[in-house]
């Protein structure tokens, strides 16, 4: 196999390639990235066994990780959304808000529930209220947007049990609990900053409000959930990661309930739980059967695992290559940290790849191995891999579609809050990763 300079070369090239293949040539995602990955391989002069070996591993080692945690929030998000769960959570936000703090509240709607719940189906379900929001507060639309869309990439990008934290956190070995309390501390600056403050800054060069009075997506006579059982189920799966993390490192090890609290804190388990309950207590209010509510989300579940799995491979080939291993130590004799190391490559690969969830896997499938930099705690390198992977969302990315035809800004819009907005909350979390890194 080559070494030296040239793997930078070849890397440099292959992310060129994806970005071709996805962009221009309008390749489906699963595929460019399997494609990249075995003409990574050749260019490197890998032997064909290891190449194969190398895509059956990283798919493998990544689906593991998170193939039971895409699939069980998919059809938890599926539940909240169709019982009008999510509608009772943003409501009751906006009440308890007030009218005036309306930027603010669907900033922080949009946190909690991308939580649990894929990106792209949060703000499809959200956006209409949002429009509502600027039409009888008189807010800019772009300010409501905008502060919506940051609030919910922030936890869809950092915060577990979302796949792509989860990976980062299964790659890095840190304790999830422990992850999701820093996670959320450093998504609370990202969203005023990113999304309130700079949706309110936006807002005044662009004034327009919402006019049309929009339908609500729900029948008005269908039965919906409490709020509080709505905020109960949506924090239910965080709440037992963390209390099971916590009960670990507060119990002596031949304690009785060692083993419970491990099992029901396991992110797989947590999540299964939580879907099983949200089954339990949402079905009355799904208006078909949560058996179709189940198969929808099973339909939608199947292209995120391959494209993730693919990403996996990537990430995996890229580390057995050399490629990775040579990156760390140019940069590093560069006096590059790890810290910035990770915010930078997951800041790349976002812009080269589109998919957040995709970048993040495959930017710790290339930095978790060889986490041994003294000084920096790796939960902190993790966290800096998915503020960077905030950043840098373009027209290859879906996401960035759905802002604009949904939210209907224009490309120009779309670039200032949604591209530059997330980038910027990016930026701010990734300072506050630096300075916990510091002090901790």
């Known amino acids: 196999m080559i070494t030296g300079t040239f793997l930078l070369l070849v890397f440099g090239l292959s992310i060129l390639f994806l970005l071709l293949a996805i962009i221009r040539f309008k390749l489906n995602p699963f595929l460019a990235l399997l494609l990249t990955t075995i ?12 190449i194969v070996d190398s895509i059956a591993s990283g798919f493998g080692n990544t689906l593991r990780g998170i193939g039971l945690v895409i699939g069980l929030g998919i059809m938890f ?17 906006i009440r308890k808000f007030g009218t005036k703090n309306a930027t603010l509240s669907i900033g922080i709607t949009g946190f909690l529930i991308s939580i649990p719940v894929f990106f792209d189906a949060a703000f499809v379900i959200l956006v209409s209220l949002a429009k509502n929001v600027s039409r009888l507060s008189k807010i800019p639309v772009i300010t409501i947007v905008t502060s919506l869309a940051i609030g919910l990439i922030a ?49 005044k060069s662009d004034p327009a409000i919402e006019t049309e009075n929009l339908e609500d997506e729900f029948d008005s006579n269908q039965k919906k959930p409490s709020e509080g059982l709505s905020l109960f189920i949506l924090f239910l799966p965080i709440l037992l990661i963390l209390i099971g993390s916590v009960a670990l490192l507060l119990l ?109 896997v495959t930017a710790a499938g290339i930095l978790g191995p060889m986490v041994s930099h003294e000084g920096i705690q790796p939960i902190f390198i993790a966290l800096s891999i998915c503020a960077g992977g905030m950043c840098l969302s373009l027209p290859n990315d879906s996401g960035f579609w759905v802002v ?25 979390a990734f300072i506050f990763i630096f300075i916990l890194d510091k002090i901790i």
């Open 39 to 50: 003409l990574t391989g050749f260019a490197v002069q890998m032997p064909v066994s290891q």
């Open 77 to 93: 998000g599926k539940i909240l959304s169709d019982s009008g769960a999510m509608k009772q959570i943003a409501s009751f936000m």
């Open 155 to 203: 936890s869809h990008n950092i915060v577990v049990p979302t796949p792509g934290p989860v990976e980062v956190g299964n790659n890095f070995e840190v304790s999830m609990g422990i992850y999701a309390f820093f996670a959320i501390l450093v998504c609370i600056p990202a969203v005023l900053v990113g999304g309130w403050l700079y949706g309110v800054f936006l807002g």
């Open 252 to 360: 002596e090890n031949n304690s009785a309930w060692i083993n419970f609290f491990e099992f029901t804190g396991n992110k797989n388990i947590a999540m299964f739980i939580s879907t099983l309950v949200a089954i339990g207590l949402l079905s009355r209010f799904i208006k078909s059967s949560v058996n179709n509510s189940i198969t929808e989300a099973a339909k939608g579940a199947g292209m995120i695992i391959l494209i993730t799995g693919a990403g996996g491979s990537f990430g995996y080939l890229i580390n057995q290559s050399g490629i990775g291993g040579f990156l760390v130590s140019t940069l590093t004799d560069w006096n590059v940290s790890m810290l910035f190391l990770g915010f930078f490559l997951g800041a790349i690969l976002r812009g080269a790849l589109g998919s957040s969830t995709v970048a993040l």
């Open 404 to 428: 604009s035809r949904f939210a209907n800004l224009s490309v120009s819009q779309t670039l200032k809050s949604w591209t530059l907005g997330s980038s910027i909350a990016g930026i701010v």
